[in-house]
């Protein structure tokens, strides 16, 4: 903590702080609060209980009430297929489940992706179908989990309160429509195309990440199926639920007083990239809750994990290969805890069930474009679909260093798309707990293995959001056994002020908190045209293309490629079409706008979306010479339509 106070004040933090992101957060406790208190005073509610029942009800408002219904079916559904491969004495089974569940579903659904079978009636039948045939082992599974969260809750009333406000604080980022540039440009896709035409259409041709691993997309993809609708905040809101119950599931296991249990907790639910990734469709949120569930199932004294241990760790890599590589040392842990119980005869099998449910889009991948991992080393593999090279993002190499972790906690903007205090401060503020962790010979190992899969992701490229998964597994681990090292009350105020310092930087995670979107989000809950208008006016022209065009959308400024809910229609020159951006490169260098003319009748483009600020004078000469005409606009933002001579419509 000395160390943190010294780091704040050499780096002038106070400089840098969203003051009035803050007092949003503290309004929005204070409103919560509230109406928890109505609850609490009228139907005699504990707080804790009051406040989940706040969040939800606010979720359901900014959300879409049947995307949370959407979501609730999804996890059910996960749940009942999840029982079957979880160990019944594992503690927080439900959670653990649920999440098994969902790997399996998002696994087997991977292989399915492009075939027209997405409707939402089917997948409702078949996940009511798994409800029904489970309704008992469900009945029990939440009789259990009522009483647990009961008993958890009487021990420590007002932390258990504390902890929900706080996740229910990171929940307002699931209130967001899509704003991201990785969604608008790939993760839409998948979702929308199954909403449309009920199957997948991958083109690396246009889009190089087409095949990159897709279980996150897919999981999105059901959900918005089964709501018609985006379905992507009440997805992330699942998530939220299941890694806080992976948590506790942890924290019991490993014998954590209660104190030490919700402090698990709290420094998760304050960790500031949270309401980052809750806020898009990014795979580090849900690789967080597989790889708190894989601990989970790895530390609890719970025969037949196997299973559910294959799944789990299939299921990372069906998410991302980082998140696949990054838990090697927790599947290490595994086999040196477990080394005189390993079940030899079925490793075999569980194998086979990993490479089942972890390989669909790298082996779809191989088969359509000769690289399974495309475009990531490319120079080995030479898809023709991207440059013979290594694909590498120049911006996060700031290097390895001993104080790597000081400067992502003070010099945050080298190492990830925020403002420096955006990953908090608790790297720093509990190097004290990660050596007193390493001296108790019970939890060394375990420690070493979380801080190396935190480390591990930072190695090839130091990009901060693809360590949050080990950070977060370390954040829950470094409280267990700071009680009896610190006494419960040194141990209580110093999680205390990491959360409040936390929580105060927040909205430095990422530019969505960072500006207003929240704001006009509280302010119209059923109308997102504010949001969009402000911040991605590209949603609202689209919206705007005459019902029926089936026209190819170029958008032409490369840091604004936001055509993924084209659903195949898309056309972008950034580096997610390399020819295609090496063409307008080209174009723009010939300032009469011949090469814009050829450019766009040999794409066969339709309609562009242009910039007013960027758009080059070669490509205003270039629509000056096909005839093109600007139909619509909003902000700097235009929608051009190239006259039917000069395109041909293209099919979804």
């Given at each position: 903590?000395?160390?943190?106070?010294?780091?704040?004040?050499?780096?002038?933090?106070?400089?840098?702080?969203?003051?009035?992101?803050?007092?949003?957060?503290?309004?929005?406790?204070?409103?919560?609060?509230?109406?928890?208190?109505?609850?609490?005073?009228?139907?005699?509610?504990?707080?804790?209980?009051?406040?989940?029942?706040?969040?939800?009800?606010?979720?359901?408002?900014?959300?879409?009430?049947?995307?949370?219904?959407?979501?609730?079916?999804?996890?059910?559904?996960?749940?009942?297929?999840?029982?079957?491969?979880?160990?019944?004495?594992?503690?927080?089974?439900?959670?653990?489940?649920?999440?098994?569940?969902?790997?399996?579903?998002?696994?087997?659904?991977?292989?399915?992706?492009?075939?027209?079978?997405?409707?939402?009636?089917?997948?409702?039948?078949?996940?009511?179908?798994?409800?029904?045939?489970q309704r008992h082992a469900l009945l029990d599974?939440?009789?259990?989990?009522?009483?647990?969260?009961?008993?958890?809750?009487?021990?420590?009333?007002?932390?258990?309160?504390?902890?929900?406000?706080?996740?229910?604080?990171?929940?307002?980022?699931?209130?967001?429509?899509?704003?991201?540039?990785?969604?608008?440009?790939?993760?839409?896709?998948?979702?929308?195309?199954?909403?449309?035409?009920?199957?997948?259409?991958?083109?690396?041709?246009?889009?190089?990440?087409?095949?990159?691993?897709?279980?996150?997309?897919?999981?999105?993809?059901?959900?918005?199926?089964?709501?018609?609708?985006?379905?992507h905040g009440a997805v992330n809101a699942l998530?939220?639920?299941?890694?806080?119950?992976?948590?506790?599931?942890?924290?019991?296991?490993?014998?954590?007083?209660?104190?030490?249990?919700?402090?698990?907790?709290?420094?998760?639910?304050?960790?500031?990239?949270?309401?980052?990734?809750?806020?898009?469709?990014?795979?580090?949120?849900?690789?967080?809750?597989?790889?708190?569930?894989?601990?989970?199932?790895?530390?609890?004294?719970?025969?037949?994990?196997?299973?559910?241990?294959?799944?789990?760790?299939?299921?990372?890599?069906?998410?991302?290969?980082?998140?696949?590589?990054?838990?090697?040392?927790?599947?290490?842990?595994?086999?040196?805890?477990?080394?005189?119980?390993?079940?030899?005869?079925?490793?075999?099998?569980?194998?086979?069930?990993?490479?089942?449910?972890?390989?669909?889009?790298?082996?779809?991948?191989?088969?359509?474009?000769?690289?399974?991992?495309?475009?990531?080393?490319?120079?080995?593999?030479?898809?023709?679909?991207?440059?013979?090279?290594?694909?590498?993002?120049?911006?996060?190499?700031?290097?390895?260093?001993?104080?790597?972790?000081?400067?992502?906690?003070?010099?945050?903007?080298?190492?990830?798309?925020?403002?420096?205090?955006?990953?908090?401060?608790?790297?720093?503020?509990?190097?004290?707990?990660?050596?007193?962790?390493?001296?108790?010979?019970?939890?060394?190992?375990?420690?070493?293995?979380?801080?190396?899969?935190?480390?591990?992701?930072?190695?090839?490229?130091?990009?901060?959001?693809?360590?949050?998964?080990?950070?977060?597994?370390?954040?829950?681990?470094?409280?267990?056994?700071g009680e009896s090292g610190l006494g419960k009350?040194?141990?209580?105020?110093?999680?205390?002020?990491?959360?409040?310092?936390?929580?105060?930087?927040?909205?430095?995670?990422?530019?969505?908190?960072?500006?207003?979107?929240?704001?006009?989000?509280?302010?119209?809950?059923?109308?997102?045209?504010?949001?969009?208008?402000?911040?991605?006016?590209?949603?609202?022209?689209?919206?705007?293309?005459?019902?029926?065009?089936?026209?190819?959308?170029?958008?032409?400024?490369?840091?604004?490629?936001?055509?993924?809910?084209?659903?195949?229609?898309?056309?972008?020159?950034?580096?997610?079409?390399?020819?295609?951006?090496?063409?307008?490169?080209?174009?723009?260098?010939?300032?009469?706008?011949?090469?814009?003319?050829?450019?766009?009748?040999?794409?066969?483009?339709?309609?562009?979306?242009?910039?007013?600020?960027?758009?080059?004078?070669?490509?205003?000469?270039?629509?000056?010479?096909?005839?093109?005409?600007?139909?619509?606009?909003?902000?700097?933002?235009?929608?051009?339509?190239?006259?039917?001579?000069?395109?041909?419509?293209?099919?979804?």
């Amino acid at each position: 903590m000395v160390a943190t106070a010294v780091g704040f004040i050499l780096h002038e933090m106070w400089r840098v702080l969203p003051a009035e992101r803050f007092a949003l957060s503290l309004l929005l406790a204070l409103l919560g609060s509230a109406l928890a208190w109505l609850m609490k005073r009228f139907l005699g509610w504990s707080w804790a209980s009051a406040l989940i029942i706040v969040w939800a009800a606010a979720l359901a408002l900014y959300a879409g009430p049947l995307q949370v219904l959407a979501a609730c079916g999804l996890g059910l559904g996960a749940l009942s297929v999840g029982l079957w491969l979880t160990p019944a004495a594992l503690p927080m089974r439900a959670a653990i489940a649920a999440i098994v569940g969902l790997m399996v579903i998002a696994g087997l659904s991977g292989w399915a992706v492009t075939l027209p079978i997405h409707r939402g009636w089917l997948w409702w039948i078949v996940l009511l179908a798994s409800i029904a045939a489970q309704r008992h082992a469900l009945l029990d599974a939440g009789r259990e989990a009522l009483h647990g969260w009961r008993d958890a809750i009487a021990t420590s009333p007002r932390a258990a309160a504390g902890c929900v406000m706080l996740l229910g604080l990171a929940s307002t980022a699931c209130w967001l429509p899509p704003l991201q540039m990785d969604d608008l440009t790939y993760h839409l896709g998948l979702p929308t195309q199954w909403l449309l035409h009920a199957r997948y259409a991958p083109a690396p041709e246009y889009q190089v990440w087409s095949y990159a691993p897709w279980a996150g997309d897919v999981l999105h993809g059901i959900a918005s199926v089964l709501s018609r609708r985006e379905a992507h905040g009440a997805v992330n809101a699942l998530w939220l639920l299941l890694a806080a119950g992976a948590i506790r599931s942890i924290a019991t296991s490993l014998r954590a007083s209660a104190t030490e249990c919700w402090a698990s907790l709290a420094l998760f639910a304050s960790l500031p990239p949270l309401v980052w990734l809750a806020a898009g469709m990014q795979t580090e949120l849900a690789g967080t809750a597989v790889t708190l569930a894989l601990a989970a199932v790895i530390v609890a004294d719970a025969p037949g994990r196997l299973w559910a241990g294959a799944v789990l760790l299939a299921g990372l890599f069906a998410l991302k290969l980082a998140h696949g590589m990054a838990a090697m040392p927790l599947l290490v842990y595994a086999a040196w805890r477990h080394r005189t119980e390993l079940p030899w005869k079925r490793l075999a099998p569980a194998f086979v069930v990993f490479a089942m449910l972890a390989s669909s889009s790298y082996a779809q991948s191989w088969f359509t474009t000769g690289n399974p991992l495309l475009p990531l080393f490319n120079d080995t593999f030479r898809s023709p679909f991207f440059p013979s090279e290594q694909f590498s993002d120049r911006r996060w190499h700031a290097g390895i260093g001993p104080d790597l972790l000081w400067r992502m906690t003070f010099d945050t903007d080298r190492y990830v798309e925020g403002w420096d205090g955006g990953l908090g401060f608790a790297l720093i503020a509990l190097v004290g707990m990660w050596c007193l962790r390493l001296l108790r010979p019970g939890h060394r190992a375990l420690m070493l293995a979380a801080t190396a899969t935190l480390l591990l992701p930072l190695l090839p490229m130091q990009y901060a959001r693809y360590a949050f998964p080990g950070i977060a597994l370390c954040m829950v681990l470094l409280p267990i056994g700071g009680e009896s090292g610190l006494g419960k009350r040194t141990l209580s105020w110093l999680v205390i002020a990491i959360c409040l310092l936390n929580l105060a930087y927040q909205a430095n995670a990422s530019w969505l908190h960072h500006s207003a979107a929240l704001k006009r989000t509280i302010r119209s809950p059923f109308d997102d045209t504010g949001v969009l208008q402000a911040y991605l006016p590209e949603r609202l022209l689209l919206r705007r293309l005459p019902a029926g065009d089936t026209g190819a959308v170029l958008a032409v400024d490369p840091a604004r490629g936001f055509v993924a809910e084209l659903t195949g229609r898309g056309r972008t020159v950034s580096l997610h079409d390399p020819s295609l951006a090496q063409s307008a490169r080209d174009a723009d260098r010939d300032a009469g706008g011949g090469a814009w003319v050829a450019l766009l009748a040999r794409e066969r483009i339709g309609w562009l979306l242009v910039n007013a600020e960027t758009a080059s004078p070669a490509l205003r000469a270039g629509l000056g010479r096909i005839g093109a005409t600007r139909t619509d606009s909003v902000d700097r933002i235009e929608l051009w339509r190239m006259p039917a001579s000069s395109s041909a419509d293209t099919g979804p």
